[in-house]
């Protein structure tokens, strides 16, 4: 007879309860309905396809968009007992045709293939031969051409509702719009699912955004104070910054790998796996990399250039802290970083709809990192969420002081509105802002421009400072990036209202150093209970032998046990098998495999 749902949650994967959503959603595709579900990372989103997967007939197939993690998943799945496999190009012809044929006999409960296999003939005739239980579409934003992560791949898996109109499908992602949803429904054929939005708080994440000035050292200075031996990420916008990044790194003692389309594919893969399977690696990549990444115990996300969109910054950051433990999320970003996305959108190749909407993605991430109020609040009202300040993000632990910038503002666009009416020039950031501070440099005498009645008007802010008043002048629209420019500022319509005076400006001021003592803020989340120094000794011995373990089986650590259900036999000390079943995360099969060891282990600690 078949289990039901909670049955395989608490002997399969060993917890004693669904959170939020789960379990609706898990019964509506046990009872065979369609589901769209939107469920931050670390959520529990897996759960909500392999779970109906076991429980009725057939094998769960697995839309999964990076073919470099599918190991990773089915391997985690094998320790638990499940028969999983994969089908991707990484494998010889003997190995794939094994595969084939457990999945036409019935004895896969799960199979994973990439959106470009699946659409296949071959594949599609293979699945055609077989029974399958349900199909769970991950990372379905994929699908969004308006999406930041946009695989053209994904939009033929309309075609599974056509050919398997009886089959239960999911779609799964951490982000979503309201926009992106109704698109993710129109093109999978997903119109009449269910939709399950849970909350997209990660409260465990520290948000912080600080103003660059030389970023690399203030990388350096946040791994080194804050996060030393934690494993992490650095998102760059380009792969040279990729490489001198990682090279820095190195040079200065962190463990870092690079991580770019331009590197070959067996070196992405191996430094892929090095990330996943070792101790402390910091990754520096571009965002090609990390969409599914399952590592629980990345304790920092850091972007040391300006995200696109509030939606790949959201998704970015996610991957950080997905045990539930305390986690950073580090911004530094700069004028630059501004005027080169917005050339970088007035450059590119799509049409005036989409040049539009990748310019309000940019407003609105300008706007999050601006904000004088809670970070949280401004990041999560931007997905229709509405929450109280949230006590654990830069603005609420340190608030920042707000000014009234109107007069400064007024400085700038008249320099601006001066060198465009009177002389019929238009000039970037660095020039307008020697032309405040009445700085006489060769490109202002060769222009005359110390002859203007702005020329030195400004000197009262300090060159940063005035990047600081730029920046903030293109969140508020006041200003635009030149689309036919390089990089060169003009006025908008909004800035006359502020010209004329009818407008008071205030402006967020930036503190000139922020302590990470600040930041520390792990009493905020809902990290694992305070060890004593006896569980903390217990806790590193069971660390250590879970590395061992993980090396004799070929797989990442966390794979054998997370760091939270460690940390609970470090507390409880159990003694005997019976003990080990109400801790969370030890299953059935993980009993059966590494009950005796965990505890023989415990044991040995006892009589050191």
Same mark, same amino acid.
């Not at 379990?23 to 779970?51: F, N, R, W």
């Not at 007992?81 to 044929?101: C, F, H, I, K, P």
């Not at 962190?254 to 893969?269: M, V």
């Not at 090609?288 to 399952?294: K, T």
């Given at each position: ?69 599918? &190991? ?120 009449e699912a269910r939709h399950f939005v849970a909350s997209f708080d990660r ?20 791994? &080194? ?159 229709? &969420? ?174 054998i046990f997370h760091d939270a259900t460690l940390r609970e036999v470090a ?38």
């Amino acid at each position: 007879m078949a289990q039901s749902a909670l049955e395989v949650l608490q002997e399969v994967f060993g917890y004693d309860s669904f959170r939020g959503s789960q379990h609706e959603i898990i019964e509506t595709l046990i009872q065979g309905g369609d589901a769209l579900v939107l469920m931050p990372t670390g959520g529990g989103k897996s759960l909500c396809y392999q779970i109906p997967a076991l429980v009725r007939p057939g094998t769960g197939v697995v839309v999964s968009p990076l073919i470099a993690l599918m &190991q990773d998943q089915v391997d985690a799945l094998n320790e638990l007992g499940v028969n999983a496999a994969y089908l991707n190009s990484t494998q010889d012809w003997q190995t794939a045709r094994e595969v084939e044929r457990e999945f036409l006999t019935g004895q896969l409960d799960l199979l994973y293939v990439a959106p470009e296999r699946l659409l296949t003939d071959r594949c599609l005739d293979l699945l055609a031969r077989g029974q399958i239980s349900l199909f769970a579409i991950d990372e379905a934003h994929c699908v969004s051409q308006w999406g930041h992560d946009f695989r053209p791949e994904y939009l033929g898996l309309d075609l599974l509702a056509q050919r398997w109109p009886g089959v239960p499908r999911v779609a799964l992602t951490a982000t979503a719009t309201q926009l992106t949803r109704v698109e993710i429904a129109q093109r999978l054929k997903l119109e009449e699912a269910r939709h399950f939005v849970a909350s997209f708080d990660r409260p465990n994440i520290c948000y912080r955004i600080i103003e660059k000035n030389e970023v690399r050292k203030q990388l350096l200075s946040f791994i &080194q104070e804050e996060h030393s031996g934690d494993a992490g990420i650095v998102y760059c916008l380009s792969r040279s910054r990729v490489e001198d990044t990682a090279e820095f790194l190195c040079k200065n003692g962190i463990h870092a790998l690079p991580y770019h389309a331009g590197l070959d594919a067996q070196q992405r893969a191996i430094n892929q796996a090095r990330f996943l399977r070792e101790e402390g690696v910091v990754m520096v990549a571009t965002i090609a990399f990390g969409m599914g990444v399952n590592k629980p115990d990345v304790r920092f996300v850091a972007h040391i250039d300006l995200p696109k969109s509030v939606e790949g910054y959201y998704q970015e950051t996610g991957r950080a802290g997905r045990d539930g433990e305390a986690a950073t999320a580090w911004l530094a970003y700069g004028l630059q970083d501004v005027v080169q996305l917005y050339r970088m959108i007035n450059q590119s190749q799509g049409d005036a709809a989409h040049r539009r909407q990748q310019g309000q993605a940019l407003d609105a991430m300008l706007g999050l990192c601006e904000t004088i109020s809670c970070r949280r609040q401004r990041l999560l009202a931007y997905f229709d &969420q509405q929450i109280e300040p949230c006590g654990n993000c830069d603005t609420c632990l340190e608030a920042p002081e707000a000014w009234d910038g109107t007069v400064a503002a007024q400085k700038m666009l008249s320099t601006i509105y001066r060198l465009w009416r009177e002389r019929g020039q238009r000039f970037g950031a660095g020039h307008l802002i020697d032309i405040l501070l009445g700085k006489l440099t060769d490109r202002v005498k060769e222009h005359e421009h110390d002859k203007l009645t702005v020329f030195g008007v400004g000197k009262e802010l300090t060159d940063q400072a005035w990047r600081g008043v730029l920046r903030q002048l293109l969140a508020h629209s006041l200003v635009t990036v030149d689309p036919e420019g390089y990089g060169t500022l003009l006025l908008t319509d909004a800035s006359r209202e502020v010209l004329k005076g009818e407008r008071t400006l205030m402006l967020r001021r930036e503190t000139v150093t922020r302590g990470p003592a600040a930041h520390r803020v792990k009493g905020q989340a809902p990290a694992g209970p305070a060890l004593e120094p006896d569980q903390q000794r217990r806790f590193e011995a069971l660390r250590a032998w879970r590395a061992a373990t993980a090396r004799e089986h070929g797989v990442p650590a966390y794979v054998i046990f997370h760091d939270a259900t460690l940390r609970e036999v470090a507390i409880r000390c159990p003694s005997s098998e019976a003990d080990l079943e109400p801790i969370t995360g030890i299953g059935v099969r993980k009993r059966e495999a590494y009950g005796e060891a965990l505890l023989r282990c415990v044991q040995e600690f006892q009589t050191q």
